[in-house]
């Protein structure tokens, strides 16, 4: 089993920043791959951005990847999602996940665990 517990969300102004982070204990995640997705009221669960543990390779989505950054602390087990340049489309709950064989993609029923969920609002 893998625990997550994501935190960092919050009310924020439309161009600021905020900075998620998603602590993982349980199993050891060396060989996962970790992502973090987002929900916003009434649509689909959305992939924002992953990265391979051992590798750091990452991947983002075309919307966000000039304004998010994805990375990982190793001594932490903690990945985090830099948000910059934040705007009111990006208001939603923030999710962190993990692939357990370790493919870096953006499906989200390929994810074996997730965390609760963080809130992010960005006003205008």
């Known amino acids: 089993q893998v625990a997550l517990v994501e935190s960092g969300g919050g009310l924020v102004q439309a161009g600021g920043s905020l900075r998620l982070s998603c602590a993982a204990s349980g199993r050891t995640i060396a060989s996962y791959t970790m992502g973090w997705f987002r929900q916003a009221p009434g649509k689909e669960r959305e992939f924002v951005a992953a990265?391979?543990?051992?590798?750091?390779?990452?991947k983002h989505e075309d919307s966000v990847k000039d304004r998010f950054t994805i990375s990982r602390d190793f001594a932490k087990n903690t990945v985090y999602l830099q948000m910059n340049s934040l705007k009111p489309e990006d208001t939603a709950v923030y999710y962190c996940?993990?692939?357990?064989?370790?493919?870096?993609?953006?499906?989200?029923?390929?994810?074996?665990?997730w965390g609760q969920g963080t809130q992010v609002t960005v006003s205008s």
């Open positions: 996940a993990a692939d357990l064989i370790g493919r870096l993609h953006g499906i989200v029923d390929e994810y074996d665990y």
């Open positions: 990265i391979r543990w051992t590798s750091g390779n990452t």
